[in-house]
Structures are given as C-alpha cells and as structure tokens.
Antibody, heavy 115, light 109 residues
Framework: EVQLVESGGGLVQPGGSLRLSCAAS????????MNWVRQAPGKGLEWVAN????????SYGDSVKGRFTISRDNANNALYLQMNSLRAEDSALYYC????????WGQGTLVTVSS | QAVVTQEPSLTVSPGGTVTLTCGSS?????????PYWFQQKPGQAPKTLIY???NKHSWTPARFSGSLLGGRAALTLSGAQPEDEADYYC?????????FGGGTKLTVL
C-alpha cells in the first residue's frame, strides 16, 4: 500500500524556521517527482515546491522562493521541506504529494506561524 | 507567476452533466501544461482524478473525463452522483513551477 506520512509541523514564531518531513512507503520513491502542496484554513491548494527523482532539479512557487528548500533522501525514502523566515501567511496544512502521476497524497502536517 | 482560473462554483442535478474549466493567464492551455485535476472533500486530503489532460487513475470513476476545450482544460462529469459534491482543483505546469487554480465548488442538487 502506498503511503505518505508528513511530520514536523507545529507552532513557530514569525521569522522562525521549521523542517517538515515526509516518509514514503509502498512504491519506488527514487523513481518519482515529489511535491509539497499547502492549504491555508478555508482556502484553496497552493503548490509550494517539487524535486526531480534524483534531486538534481528543484522548483519553487514565487511565494516561497528564497525562503524554503526542498530536498530528498532516496536511500531512506524521505522528502523534506526546510522553511526559513516564516511569515503568518505561511500558516497552512502542508501536504506531501507524488508517486506515479502524482497519485499519492499524505494527510498533511499543520504549520502555524504566530507570536 | 501565471494565474490559473476556474469557475468559483457550479451546480449540477443528480444524473446530470457538468463541465469545469481551467484557464491560464498566459494564453491557451495546451497538453504542454500537463493539466491535472484533483477532487477534495471536506476534511480530506486531495485525490488525483486526471493527469496529463485526459488520463485517469485506477480509482477515477468512469463518469469523469478530461479534455481541452476552447483553449482551456476541462473536467466533465457525466451522470453526477451525490458523492461527487466536492471542491475540484486544476493544476498546470509552466516549465518549472506548477500553479493551482482557485478551485471550483461543485454542488450536486
């Protein structure tokens, strides 16, 4: 069974940092592009970043470029999102998504940026 | 960054047909944007219905289909069921970044 499990969310002050993780299982993780997608409470989906299977290429949404860094560890089937200089508007449920034709989604981890 | 537009809300009768569309601020949507469609029900993670314009996952009900229509990506639901009431999002690729549309709230009534 394909599974994506996010962790690392929590409450952080503005300007702070947080590192999200996504543990993948049930598929050949190293074969697929992986994404981070977020959803603020009551709002729509926002694509955050993605990374190619070998980690060689990364893309970011304009709202996070220069502050967030996506990375992966194919040996341990893990995806990461390092979030720096966090702002209130980064508060959201962060989903890990990917696998074959982006067919798999986790349940999300909640990030709250507030003083 | 490009802006992707969707109808904010649509209503369909049970058994009826409805088409949701997805446009791009940069011009016509083509297969080169690799359109994706996702369904999200309240309190649940999104589910991928359609990838690369018209391809379905194994779990995608046959009543959903994807296409390009008049310069936009389209998701057509034929024979709507009460369980199809949900938010639907399209996603387009722009040579690097991907951009979601604002979503369409579909009511089956």
């Amino acid at each position: 069974e394909v599974q994506l499990v996010e962790s690392g969310g929590g409450l952080v002050q503005p300007g702070g940092s947080l590192r999200l993780s996504c543990a993948a299982s049930g598929f050949i993780f190293s074969n697929y592009v992986m994404n981070w997608v977020r959803q603020a409470p009551g709002k729509g989906l926002e694509w955050v970043a993605n990374i190619q299977p070998d980690g060689s290429e990364k893309s970011y949404g304009d709202s996070v470029k220069g502050r967030f860094t996506i990375s992966r560890d194919n040996a341990n089937n893990a995806l990461y999102l390092q979030m720096n200089s966090l702002r209130a508007e980064d508060s959201a449920l962060y989903y890990c998504a990917g696998g074959s034709k982006c067919g798999s989604w986790g349940q999300g981890t909640l990030v709250t940026v507030s003083s | 960054q490009a802006v992707v537009t969707q109808e904010p809300s649509l209503t369909v009768s049970p058994g009826g047909t409805v088409t949701l569309t997805c446009g791009s601020s940069t011009g016509a949507v083509t297969s080169g944007h690799y359109p994706y469609w996702f369904q999200q029900k309240p309190g649940q993670a999104p589910k991928t219905l359609i990838y690369e314009t018209r391809n379905k996952h194994s779990w995608t009900p046959a009543r959903f289909s994807g296409s390009l229509l008049g310069g936009r990506a389209a998701l057509t639901l034929s024979g709507a069921q009460p369980e199809d009431e949900a938010d639907y999002y399209c996603l387009l690729h722009y040579s690097g970044p991907w951009v979601f549309g604002g979503g369409t709230k579909l009511t089956v009534l």
